[in-house]
């Protein structure tokens, strides 16, 4: 096999062959400066989402369906923490065992509602009316009485 000249095509009149290869070296060098380029920004890039988690602060709110004890927790920098916290609270005030987490958010406010038929519901929003119009309506549908039995009994808010 006749060896071929890396630089221009063994037959110089295949102009479509000599193109061919020129693209290819562009393209190559294109891609060779976005991967330097990406490896470059990946540290920034790494830092600015860390810098974004670190901001990011976490409630939660949790109940015990037999006592109707509440724990409540709020700017907490992880959701396992705030929910930790919350499970922790319900369950020395209650001391039944049976406390669970209703509810967790993240920059934001979280709502908790009761009805006079024991029934509960949480709702979460951007602002505290949001939070809590959802949380009465999620009262109102395990209520038998419906949402004109419920009202909010706590809304802690995160800041946003």
């Avoid at 063994?10 to 891609?31: D, I, M, P």
């Avoid at 001391?95 to 908790?112: K, M, P, T």
């Avoid at 009761?114 to 959802?134: F, H, L, N």
Wanted: glycine share 10%.
């Amino acid at each position: 096999m006749p060896k071929r000249d890396l630089v221009q095509p063994q037959n110089s009149s295949n102009n479509f062959e000599a193109h061919k290869f020129y693209l290819g070296r562009k393209v190559a060098k294109l891609g060779l400066k976005v991967a330097i380029a990406s490896i470059a920004i990946l540290p920034l890039a790494a830092f600015g989402v860390s810098a974004a988690k670190a901001d990011d602060s976490y409630g939660a709110i949790s109940r015990s369906p037999s006592t109707e004890g509440k724990g409540y927790s709020w700017n907490y920098s992880t959701r396992a923490a705030a929910e930790n916290r919350a499970y922790r609270e319900c369950e020395s005030v209650s001391g039944n065992g049976d406390c669970e987490v209703l509810l967790w958010f993240r920059n934001a406010c979280g709502s908790i509602a009761e009805s006079t038929t024991g029934a509960a519901g949480t709702g979460w929003g951007t602002s505290r009316s949001i939070a809590e119009s959802y949380a009465l309506d999620v009262c109102g549908d395990y209520s038998s009485r419906g949402r004109i039995s419920c009202a909010v009994t706590r809304t802690i808010c995160t800041p946003q």
